[in-house]
């Protein structure tokens, strides 16, 4: 039974290349250091007023604390481990068994590498407590204790990712789902237990709404949350695109959701599967919200795992003599499959910042921002997005101006960081016309680096770096 596991964990090491790293590791850092939480924007110089609301704070003091223990290396186990616990509480939510684990697992462990891939997340440890929940939830009877643990859940993970937020709305949607099934369809219910179990589960859900509030921010969380809810600012972010038709991300969709019509046609068959039917509806949910935002196909995906089974077929007999042996030999494998394709597993212990720079998806450079550092240039730095996390953490003296914290961030006056960032990145603005003395771009053909180009050759601004990967231009001033 552990050997589909080992290959969850296996498959589950990866590098930790999130862009967003660094400055992860700051916030982490100034908690233990000062004790108490950063508000202020001190690491950016776009919207240097900007007070946030940091709802992933305790995946910031996590994330530092492993860093500091193990670096990458400590990253990269944290993050197999997460993801081998997630796949086990969906896996006994379902009650799956050897050869469901054995065929399953893999399957899932591909459909859910986008959000894997990257390493250490908040978003994986909010799947952890997804999967938490999902076991409560699949193993409920009327008037269970077992719902008190749910907001102890909900306390503990509004703490520490705010995609908690989505989750608890989700809870109260199955709440809703168990109210209808259990007063609409069990006719034959009785009325006195029946009342008992409305109030026990809307005073549960109560309960883990008011606990929410239990956070260094207080309610400012609940609206931070909500900010994101129609926010245009939003569709910066790749996860809250959807996949493109035929894309292999749309193919991924169109599988899961095939099984879960699959599966929700076999438990209208199978009378004693329908107490599920709260669950498989919000799995459809989720897939149905996912074919416009992929954000929401990973949890969707999850819950769908912990409702898939291998039928036998009416081969019981030979099910039973037979499944572990098939099970084993699929187990194993997947198994070596996944060390093959991890191998040298040296590459886990020996990376470095300058590993990490190479593999982002626009590569940085060190060797400019040693250069950024070492020399005195104009203090007004137009830099870019991606490579604001990764100098917060390594070249503090480098302040960016931009950073993966402020995608959504606006102030009272409509003013948006990232809006401003794109116009300029664009060409809707001149960099010429701008505050900024400075930029640092990666070699491209962007509308910008066009514009500097052309600005270049009227020598209004000159190269003073320039290597494989980034180059420093600065604007000349006429005396």
Known sequence: MILPYIFVFIASLYLPTDPDLGWHLKYGEYFFLHHQLLRDNTFSTMMPNYHWINGTWGTDAITYAVFRLGSFWGLTLASATVVTATFFFFAKAGKMNFLSQAILFPLFIYFLSPVNSNSFRGQQLSYLFLGILIFLLSNYKPLSKKLLFIPLLFLVWFNIHEEAFLFLILFGAWIVFVLIKDNLINKNYDKALQKKENLSLIDTFLLSCLVTFINPFGAALWSNALSYIGNPLVKNISEY?????????????????????????????????KRHLPIVLMSALLLLVGFSMRRYLWPAYYITLSLLFIPSFHLKKYYDKYAIYIGTIISLAALCIAIAIKLPFSQFTTISWDTYCTLQSVPCSPASAIYLQKHKLPSHLFSYYDWGGWLIWNYPSVKPSIDGRMTEWQDDNGYSAVADYNDYMNDKKSIDKSPYDIVYLPNDQSPLALELSTLIQQKKWKVVYEDDKAGVVVRIHNK
């Open 241 to 273: 695109a959807p996949y493109s038709v035929y894309s292999w991300g749309w193919w991924n969709e169109i599988i899961v959701s095939v099984l879960l019509i699959v599966y929700l046609i076999c438990i209208f068959v199978k009378e004693h599967s």
